[in-house]
């Protein structure tokens, strides 16, 4: 075996036991990333569809009702335009989960879900939480809870950006309240996306240049002798 040959075959000896760590530690750590910036959240997510419900011209109930990428449950209503929170003056979803909840359950597994929030826990009033899940994703009947979220206090009418990214897919957003006393926000301009854009390992790319500058002073090396 050349000199070489076996610098090439440690160089990615090596990057695979790099990379095998990498996916062991970030399998330990919790799968969701949470995001209060839009701008981080997309610069993690690359491109993503959008829902606006501006399409929606009636106040109705939405209960069971299919956004196309998505589907409503439970205490939900459409606000057209807003008439209790708004975030940009259009129509948004008015979320009432007093004493109760309410869902969004997507028709395709995503792995990042981001909305703009108004009203969404106002200083002295019960909180509202947020789970991320996956319900029957590995087959019937099956659900894991991906991680929850409890954001915080600010003033009444604040404008909220809440983003997730995870490395699990999931399908299930649940808005909870504190099952008691009023409690209630608006949603709107709902940004999703079913894979991540990819994030180049440093380590990785570090670990292959310093084999492949070895393979180069080799050959030099080489070249020289002869």
């Known amino acids: 075996m050349s000199a070489i040959q076996s610098i090439f075959q440690r ?3 090596l990057t695979l036991l790099l990379w095998l760590s990498t996916t062991a530690q970030a399998a330990a750590r919790s799968p969701l ?10 610069n993690a997510t690359g491109p993503v569809q959008a829902e606006t419900f501006n399409a929606l011209t009636v106040d109705q109930p939405a209960n069971n009702l299919n956004l196309g990428a998505f ?5 939900i209503s459409v606000d057209a335009p807003n008439l209790s929170y708004s975030v940009d003056g259009t129509s948004n979803l008015f979320v009432n989960t007093t004493s109760t909840w309410a869902d969004l359950v997507f028709d395709r597994p995503v792995v990042a879900f981001g909305a703009w929030f108004a009203g969404m826990n106002p200083t002295g009033r019960p909180y509202s939480s947020i789970r ?3 319900a029957g994703l590995a087959g019937y009947g099956s659900y894991s809870h991906l991680g929850s979220y409890l954001p915080p206090t600010a003033p009444i009418g604040t404008l909220q950006f809440i983003g997730f990214t995870s490395s699990q897919a999931f399908n299930r957003i649940v808005f909870e309240g504190a099952l008691c006393c009023s409690s209630s926000f608006a949603i709107d301009n709902v940004v999703y996306t079913e894979a991540l854009a990819p994030v180049p390992e440093p380590e990785t790319y570090a670990l292959l240049l310093a084999g492949l500058g070895l393979m180069g002073a080799a050959v030099r090396r080489r070249n020289s002798d002869a």
């Open 71 to 75: 589907t409503a449950h439970n205490s």
């Open 33 to 42: 990333t949470v995001y209060s910036d839009q701008a981080s959240f997309l």
């Open 11 to 13: 160089t990615i000896a």
């Open 132 to 134: 991320i899940d996956a």
